[in-house]
C-alpha cells in the first residue's frame, strides 16, 4: 500500500514561471516530510524538509507547504530554472520510524 | 570526506549468482541505511543500522538478503541465489541519528543490478 502518493508523473514548466510539484500522504503519524531530487545515475539529493508543527519552510527558491488536515503538502519552485530539471521525490516519517517512505516521483522539466 | 560510495556502479550477474555490494558512509554518520529501487518507483527500505547493530529490517528483505557493517564503518549487501527480480538499483544511504529527518538522508549513487 502506498503511504505516500504523487500523482502526476510529470510537469513540463517555462524557464521563470513557478513549478509546483504535489504529493499526499495517507498514515496520519508521519511528522517530518521531505523532497528529494535525482538527476539521472546519481542517488537523490535532499531539497528541504518540514515538520509537522509548521505549514510552510523556504530555502531560497524552494518552498514546502504542509496541509494536515488534507494530508498534502506541495514543494513550489520559483523562478523555475533549466538547471532544475529532475525527478523529485516526496518523502514521509513518523519521529519514532527509522526509514523514509517515498512516493514515486515527478519528473520536472524546465524549458527554456 | 566526498560523501557515500557505492561499489560497484554496476553489475550484471547470471539468475543463481550471489552479489555483493558496499556502501562507505560520511564517517561521521552513525545510521546507514539501505534502499532498493525499481524502475518508475520511489525508493523502498530495505534495512537500518546504527552503528554496527542493525536495528530494522523490512519484510522485502528475503532470507537471500544479508546486510553487515562490522566495526559499524563500512556495509555490505549480498544477495544469494539471485532472481530476475532483484534487478534493481540499490541505494545507501547515511545520517546522523539526531537530524536524518530534518536534513535528511545523504545517499550515494547507488548500485544497479541487472539479473540475466
Known amino acids: 500500500d502506498q503511504q505516500v502518493k504523487q500523482n502526476s508523473p510529470s510537469l513540463s514548466v517555462q524557464e521563470g514561471r513557478i513549478s509546483i510539484l504535489n504529493c499526499d500522504y495517507t498514515?496520519?503519524?508521519?511528522?517530518?516530510f521531505l523532497w528529494y531530487k535525482k538527476y539521472p545515475a546519481e542517488g537523490p539529493t535532499f531539497l528541504i524538509s518540514?515538520?509537522?508543527?509548521?505549514d510552510k519552510n523556504e530555502d531560497g527558491r524552494f518552498t514546502v507547504f504542509l496541509n494536515k488536515s488534507a494530508k498534502h503538502l506541495s514543494l513550489h519552485i520559483v523562478p523555475s530554472q533549466p538547471g532544475d530539471s529532475a525527478v523529485y521525490f516526496c518523502?514521509?516519517?513518523?519521529?519514532?520510524?527509522?526509514?523514509?517512505?517515498f512516493g514515486t516521483g515527478t519528473r520536472l522539466t524546465v524549458i527554456p | 570526506d566526498t560523501g557515500v560510495s557505492q561499489d560497484p556502479r554496476h553489475k550484471i550477474t547470471k539468475r543463481g549468482q550471489n552479489v555483493t555490494f558496499r556502501c562507505d558512509p560520511i564517517s561521521e554518520h552513525n545510521r546507514l541505511y539501505w534502499y532498493r529501487q525499481t524502475l518508475g518507483q520511489g525508493p523502498e527500505f530495505l534495512t537500518y543500522f546504527q552503528n554496527e547493530a542493525q536495528l530494522e529490517k523490512s519484510r522485502l528483505l528475503s532470507d537471500r538478503f544479508s546486510a553487515e557493517r562490522p566495526k559499524g564503518s563500512f556495509s555490505t549487501l549480498e544477495i544469494q541465489r539471485t532472481e530476475q527480480g532483484d534487478s534493481a538499483m540499490y541505494l545507501c544511504a547515511s545520517s546522523l541519528r539526531s537530524s536524518g529527518l530534518i536534513y535528511g538522508y545523504t545517499f550515494g549513487s547507488g548500485t544497479r543490478l541487472t539479473v540475466v
Open positions: 518540514i515538520s509537522s508543527i509548521k
Open positions: 498514515n496520519s503519524m508521519f511528522d517530518y
Open positions: 518523502a514521509a516519517s513518523g519521529s519514532g520510524a527509522n526509514n523514509l517512505f
